[in-house]
T-cell receptor
Framework: GENVEQHPSTLSVQEGDSAVIKCTYS??????FPWYKQELGKRPQLIID?????GEKKDQRIAVTLNKTAKHFSLHITETQPEDSAVYFC???????????FGTGTSLTVIP | SAVISQKPSRDICQRGTSLTIQCQVD?????MFWYRQQPGQSLTLIAT?????????ESGFVIDKFPISRPNLTFSTLTVSNMSPEDSSIYLC??????????FGQGTRLTVV
């Protein structure tokens, strides 16, 4: 089955700096890669996603890149703000399966 | 996007008892899933709730311990049976529709004493 690895497990950045979280996957059939943000005590919520026919996607301060050959994808947050502090999960899904495979999470702290 | 109502939001239960968690979606969805999230950990899939047939359980989870119902396309329940302190966790339902993102319920924080 699919194996999604996520690094780093914790990340601290100064406000205004950039944060990068990386994930790798093992199943070449995976074609959908969402990123979720989970604030303390709340449900995971989608912040951005990318499909395998696209190499990069950007939404304001958030961007995701995908390298299909290397089987890795990354989340980039620029101009970080304290409200970006949360746990971020990457995930993958194949076009034939119904299950999402989640990474182990990255706890991001933005220091004011 | 789907709106998911999950209840209860939290509960404190005595060991040996059972708790049933409900998940209601505001629209018909193909897939419903149940996850467990232990403090500071990732999301572990317990099972896929199948409408009209038995749930599909992941390795390490069995029907006797986590019976699941899915009577229609908008509703599912997960029961945590014969609870022990090790079952203390957050339980989340999730829905998916085709090739789209997963939406999550707000979670049930279970404490077994």
């Amino acid at each position: 089955g699919e194996n999604v690895e996520q690094h780093p497990s914790t990340l601290s950045v100064q406000e205004g700096d950039s944060a990068v979280i990386k994930c790798t996957y093992s199943d070449s059939a995976s074609n959908y890669f969402p990123w979720y943000k989970q604030e303390l005590g709340k449900r995971p919520q989608l912040i951005i996603d990318i499909r395998s026919n696209v190499g990069e996607k950007k939404d304001q301060r958030i961007a995701v890149t995908l390298n299909k050959t290397a089987k890795h994808f990354s989340l980039h947050i620029t101009e970080t703000q304290p409200e970006d502090s949360a746990v971020y999960f990457c995930a993958s899904k194949t076009n034939t399966g119904n299950q999402f495979y989640f990474g182990t999470g990255t706890s991001l702290t933005v220091i004011p | 996007s789907a709106v998911i109502s999950q209840k209860p939001s939290r509960d404190i239960c005595q060991r040996g008892t059972s708790l049933t968690i409900q998940c209601q979606v505001d629209s018909q969805v193909t897939m419903m899933f149940w996850y467990r999230q232990q403090p500071g950990q990732s999301l572990t899939l317990i099972a896929t709730a199948n409408q009209g047939s038995e749930a599909t359980y992941e390795s390490g989870f069995v029907i006797d311990k986590f019976p699941i119902s899915r009577p229609n396309l908008t509703f599912s329940t997960l029961t945590v049976s014969n609870m022990s302190p090790e079952d203390s966790s957050i339980y989340l339902c999730s829905v998916g529709q085709g090739d789209t993102e997963a939406f999550f319920g707000q979670g049930t924080r279970l404490t077994v004493v």
